[in-house]
């Protein structure tokens, strides 16, 4: 069984090797056959990997694959091995990983089919699964790192898959460097970790740093060196968290990695990678536990990022923007309820909206697909009768993200703003915030909902539908995950013990909160009803609706994100690239140069007095003995 | 004895096949690369048996042979290898099979010379890390540096000569600096025993005032600080780089540089560990900002060889803060990214002078979507840039990581700001890779053939093989 876990990450990569050897030369059907058969595969590993876990004694399995290097300093030596480590966590990340990866290859195979470069696609997605499973079972966090940036690398590639066109490469570059500023701060967080504690296995970092805590006591403990370097290594992997999950303020790359097929927003910006700072944070929890000041940091970053993102998305005209912001809140939710200690919930709803928003990801991909690669919202409507299968699958995904009862989503929000009000590092502050992010949720869902799907149709042309069974069962294995898939018992009760708080001073919940966090969303619902009627009403005969979008400066500052983009341009791209190019002879250079100049200058002087003109040489004899007999005269 | 062979025989074979290409066209070519692989495997062979017959792993220095060369000053010609020198000699054979290939099409004029001269590097450089002999390795320094002029001054782009004689003053007035160096602690060997001594070995044995030893270790530095090259002294390199031949960007960055390191670590450091501690925080200021002005600078360059070229000089600002860590793990990891950047610099020198003989120009403005026409070029120029940037799987990042690792003991600010020179590094990655490969295609170009290939296949299967399994080179001590 310990082989099969080994083997988890080498299905995807043989495909992938194989379709990067063979590229063009392989058929549509060969191609596709390889990339999802060997996604077939991980998923049946995966299965079979759960069911052993459940079964084995301790709830984990690990396997050493092999020794990659060691690290040593004064307190001894931490062993680095390429080394994998499944627990409930990662199980609930690799079924993620590969259920839901399957589901989009199965869509991708069909919908990338008359792209030329299909074999190359599906080699990138394949070696993203790679990555990405290296990152949810690495136990140690330089493997984790190798993770990290292999998904960082495939997301770039992806993203710009369409190169041709420049703004899908600026795009592309765009999300890789400013991830790698988070990825930056997350290398830093390794060397003082290391430095700390003398091992980079995750569970040995946090068996020493809670052997510290209980040794020095809690009291002492906070006052600490130890301390002090945990509330850094904590605030620096939260730096690293917020650039792969785009939370403030490193949230800008996300809604223009977009540029990328559909496939990949749902599979790389919506279920899977994004998450992977919320995983990070979750798995190191034990170190986070130890800074109640980063945590109460991180729920903040979630509640801002949740807010900022859903006013975002209010705004938006392009349909994947709307969820591209969505997610970002969504993800601000996974924050929130991590930084409020309330583990198993955000892992919980990292799951569930891994189903939702893949489902709503890939019915936009399939409308925009019918609709001839029509992306904006404005020129949409009225597709509920047109696209009916795409529409109610799309609602589907929508009801769940607003978290309506009986949903996945819903199980798992209220799972998360249930404990905020009483959490230590959290409060009613937070709790309110995240009732806003609902309203707003279920507001912009509304809005979008209506202005796609109802009212008049204002596409010109006349949809397609692409009604191929397997992707459309692909989506409907999706939205019956989205539906039931809060009833998936999930029990990280093993994951999180050390995580199980008393609250230091109860506070009292008022008997109101479950009852507000349930209508939250119908009001918000209630509200677009009337305030976004014309979007959803056709216009009656001779009345004539304006469905323009507004491009008030309000609204258009809500469009680009908040002004984010605007405020690191000019606060750090312009002058580095002003520093680039005033310094691009090298100023070091020119001033060696200098000397080569000045003995040039000579040269050419000296050169100049030695012009074989005789009249010269006399003159400058003459004039050199006058002045001779002058000076030693005088 | 096989070690000085092996030298004599790589002369010998320059010269026959510089004579030979008078005779037979394109035999000089297959002359030099059968007696690289040739010579190489003989070095391979011996170190293996010495290793075995004599029960020696080489951590420390084994003294290969040592005779009478001038005996007035009691010159000697003496080599020894250790672990250090094995493997960056092993690195030179490989990228000098690699400098044989490139040149396969691209050198047409005085081919039988050009092999002649690239040989003659190679024995010099091959020379400078075996020659224990202060003197001895002066000698070979200077073997080194005439035949690489050559290459560039005679085989170079368009403003060879200028480049060439930047190259050939910065490196004269530098080493200038350590002859005085060597002759003044050879005289104090005089002083202090009453003989006169270059010999490495008893150098080592010298107990020189700090006062002194200061001015003795800072002339090394500075011949080794130009090679390496250390802002503010490395403004030879970009234009050296830019304009040599692609086998001869392939051995300055590849091996030339390496010299620097090797002389930093067994001149610098080991004969004056006082001077160079007390040196270590100027050392390591230097070389933090090599790191990120190396990177601001990579960023600002159109010419795609320019680019690369600034990147070494930020790769090598991380060996050197490394190196005056003082550490174990920091030596290692500079070891590591001595191996990982000649190997993933070669890999950019040679795609550049691939890329360049398609188009014929190295301007990135030129380039553009050759992904188009070219997948697999593409595929490798990503994997090299990846390696630059530091992608983890790859050697680099293990020699970054373990630098980093190990400053972070000592001087944690500097790691700290040596690792921005990550995001520094990505950036100029991804400015190369996509204005060259992706965006709207200019031009279609062939992509790589069979020789190419081997080329990149083998450097990128180098490159994963250390990253994934860095034991093949960590299980050694360095001496450290």
Known sequence: MIVLLASLPFYPLVSFLVLIAFGKRLSWRLAAIISVSSMALTVLVSAILLFELSTSQNQVLSVNLWHWFDLSNQMGTGVVNVRFYLDGLSAVMISVVSGVGFLIHLFAAIYMKADTNFSRFMAYMNLFIVAMLILVLADNLVLLYLGWEGVGLCSFLLIGFWYQEKSNVLAARKAFIVTRIGDTSMAIGLLLMFNTFGELNIAAVTTLAQQANIAAGPSSFSSSEQANNIYWIALLLLGGAVGKSAQLPLQTWLPDAMAGPTPVSALIHAATMVTAGVYLIARMHGIFLLAPEVMNYVAWLGALTLLLASVAALAQTDIKRVLAYSTMSQIGYMMLALGAGAWSAGVFHLMTHAFFKALLFLTAGAVIYALHHQQNLFKMGGLLKKLPFETSLFLVGLICLMALPGTSGFFSKEAIIAQLWSSNTAGPMLWWCAILGALLTSIYSCRLFFLAFLGTARCTENPQAEKSLLLRSALIILALLSLFGGLIPLDLTLVFSAAIQTPLVQLIEPTWLHSVAIITPFIGMLFSWFYFQNYRLSPLKGTKYNIEASEGKIVLFCRQGLGFDVFYNALLVKPYQWLAQVNKRDIFDQIIMLNAWYVGLWHDSLILVQNGSLRWYLAAFGLAIILLLGVSFL | ?480
């Open chain 2, 1 to 480: 004895m096989t070690v000085t062979l092996i030298m004599l025989a790589l002369v010998i074979a320059g010269a026959l096949a510089w004579r030979a290409e008078t005779y037979w066209q394109g035999s000089a070519k297959w002359l030099a690369l059968i007696s690289l692989a040739l010579l190489a495997t003989v070095f391979a062979v011996f170190v293996i048996d010495y290793a075995i017959n004599h029960n020696n792993d080489f951590a420390q220095l084994q003294v290969l042979s040592r005779v009478n060369w001038i005996k007035t000053f009691n010159i000697q010609y003496s080599i020894a290898l250790d672990q250090l020198s094995i493997v960056l000699i092993a690195l030179t054979w490989l990228l000098a099979i690699i400098c044989a290939l490139v040149s396969w099409h691209e050198i047409k004029r005085h081919v039988g010379f050009y092999y002649f001269n690239l040989l003659l590097t190679i024995a010099g450089i091959i020379g400078v890390f075996v020659a224990v002999d202060m003197f001895l390795f002066f000698f070979f320094w200077e073997v080194m540096l005439l035949p690489m002029t050559a290459i560039i001054a005679i085989w170079g782009h368009e403003k060879k000569h200028f480049a060439a004689l930047k190259f050939f003053i910065f490196t004269q007035v530098s080493s200038l600096l350590m002859l005085v160096a060597i002759i003044a602690t050879g005289y104090f060997h005089l002083l202090q025993t009453g003989q006169l001594s270059f010999y490495y070995l008893d150098w080592l044995m010298l107990d020189i005032p700090l006062s002194m030893s200061q001015y003795l270790m800072l002339g090394f530095f500075i011949a080794f600080a130009v090679k390496l090259p250390s802002v503010p002294l490395h403004s030879w390199l970009p234009d050296a780089h830019t304009q040599a031949p692609t086998a001869g960007s392939v051995l300055l960055a590849g091996v030339l540089l390496k010299t620097g390191a090797y002389g930093l670590i067994r001149f610098v450091i080991f004969l004056f560990p006082q001077a160079s501690t007390q040196f270590a925080p100027i050392a390591a200021t230097l070389a933090v900002v090599s790191i990120i002005y190396g990177a601001k600078m990579a960023f600002a360059q159109q010419d795609f060889k320019r680019l690369v070229a600034y990147s070494s000089i930020s790769h090598m600002g991380f060996v050197m803060l490394a190196l005056f860590a003082f550490n174990s793990m920091a030596y290692q990891g500079a070891i590591v990214t001595m191996v990982a950047h000649g190997l993933s610099s070669a890999a950019l020198f040679s795609l550049a002078g691939m890329i360049y003989q398609r188009i014929h120009s190295r301007n990135l403005a030129d380039m553009g979507g050759f992904w188009q026409s070219a997948p697999r070029m593409g595929g490798f120029a990503l994997a090299f840039a990846g390696a630059a940037f530091g992608l983890p799987g790859l050697a680099n990042f293990i020699g970054e990581f373990l630098s980093l690792v190990g400053v972070f003991q000592v001087l944690p600010e500097f790691a700290v700001i040596a690792a921005l020179g990550l995001i520094g590094s990505a950036i100029y990655g991804m400015v190369l890779f996509q204005s060259s490969f992706q965006g709207t295609p200019t031009q279609d170009i062939i992509d790589l053939q069979p020789r190419e290939l081997i080329i990149c296949g083998s450097l990128l299967l180098m490159l994963l093989a250390i990253g994934l399994y860095p034991m093949l080179l960590l299980k050694f001590s360095f001496g450290a």
